[in-house]
C-alpha cells in the first residue's frame, strides 16, 4: 500500500525568508499524481501545487516550487519570500495513476512564520 | 463552477446517538466523492470513498458508515456515537476519469462527542 511521510511536524522561517517542507513516500506505481495542500486556521484545505510524476520539470506556482525525485521519491516544498499568510497546516498527498481514486495524506508539517 | 458544501458546521453530541453529516456537490456530475476525518498528529485518514450511487468504499472498519442516495449527495453516519468518533470530518470530491487529478474539499464538520 502506498504511504506518505512528512517527518518534520513543525517548521519555522523568519518573513521574506525560504524555506522547505519535505515530503516522502513509497509506492510501486509508476504514474501517479503528489501535491502539497495548505490548511489554514480556518481548516479548509486549499490546493497550492500538484505533480505528475511523468513530468520531469518541477511544478511552480509563483512563490511555491517543489523538488521531485522520482528515483528517491522524495516531493518537498519551498515557499520563497514566506509571507505571515502562509502559516498554516502543509499536507503532502498522493493520488495513483488514473483508474485508482484514494488520495493518501501525509501527517501534515505547521509552518509557523516569523515576523 | 463547481462547489461543495457539507453540514453541519458543528455537532454536540452525547454519547450512544445517532449521526448523520451531509455533503452536497454542485456544478458537476459523476463525481467521486469522499470522507476524511482529521485527528492530531495522524493527518487526513481517509474514511469512505464512492465512485457510483449506491457504490461505498470503507477504509477503516469502525461504527460510521456512508451513503450516496443521489450522484452529488454523500452522507455519513452512525448509529451510536463513541468518544473516539470526535474530530473534523472533511467531504471531498475529484472528477471521475483521467483528468481528475485534483480532490477539492468543503468546509469540514467539527464533532465533539460528550
Known amino acids: 500500500a502506498q504511504t506518505v511521510t512528512q517527518s518534520q511536524p513543525e517548521m519555522s522561517v523568519q518573513e521574506a525568508e525560504t524555506v522547505t517542507l519535505s515530503c516522502t513516500y513509497d509506492?510501486?506505481?509508476?504514474?501517479?499524481?503528489l501535491f502539497w495542500y495548505k490548511q489554514p486556521p480556518s481548516r479548509q484545505m486549499i490546493l497550492v501545487i500538484r505533480q505528475e510524476a511523468y513530468k520531469q520539470q518541477n511544478a511552480t506556482e509563483n512563490r511555491f516550487s517543489v523538488n521531485f525525485q522520482k528515483a528517491a521519491k522524495s516531493f518537498s516544498l519551498k515557499i520563497s519570500d514566506s509571507q505571515l499568510g502562509d502559516a498554516a497546516m502543509y499536507f503532502c498527498a498522493y493520488r495513483g495513476a488514473p483508474g485508482t481514486y484514494k488520495y493518501i495524506f501525509g501527517t501534515g508539517t505547521r509552518l509557523k512564520v516569523l515576523a | 463552477s463547481q462547489t461543495i458544501h457539507q453540514w453541519p458546521a458543528t455537532l454536540v453530541q452525547p454519547v450512544g446517538s445517532p449521526l448523520s453529516l451531509e455533503c452536497t456537490v454542485e456544478g458537476t456530475s459523476n463525481p467521486n466523492l469522499y470522507w476524511y476525518r482529521q485527528a492530531a498528529g495522524r493527518g487526513l485518514q481517509l474514511l469512505f470513498y464512492s465512485v457510483g450511487i449506491g457504490q461505498i468504499s470503507s477504509e477503516v472498519p469502525q461504527n460510521l458508515s456512508a451513503s450516496r442516495p443521489q450522484d452529488r449527495q454523500f452522507i455519513l453516519s452512525s448509529k451510536k456515537l463513541l468518544l473516539s468518533d470526535s474530530g473534523f470530518y472533511l467531504c471531498?470530491?475529484?472528477?471521475?476519469?483521467?483528468?481528475?487529478?485534483?480532490?477539492?474539499f468543503g468546509e469540514g464538520s467539527w464533532l465533539t462527542v460528550v
Open positions: 509506492t510501486s506505481e509508476s504514474d501517479y499524481y
Open positions: 471531498a470530491w475529484s472528477v471521475r476519469g483521467g483528468s481528475g487529478n485534483t480532490i477539492y
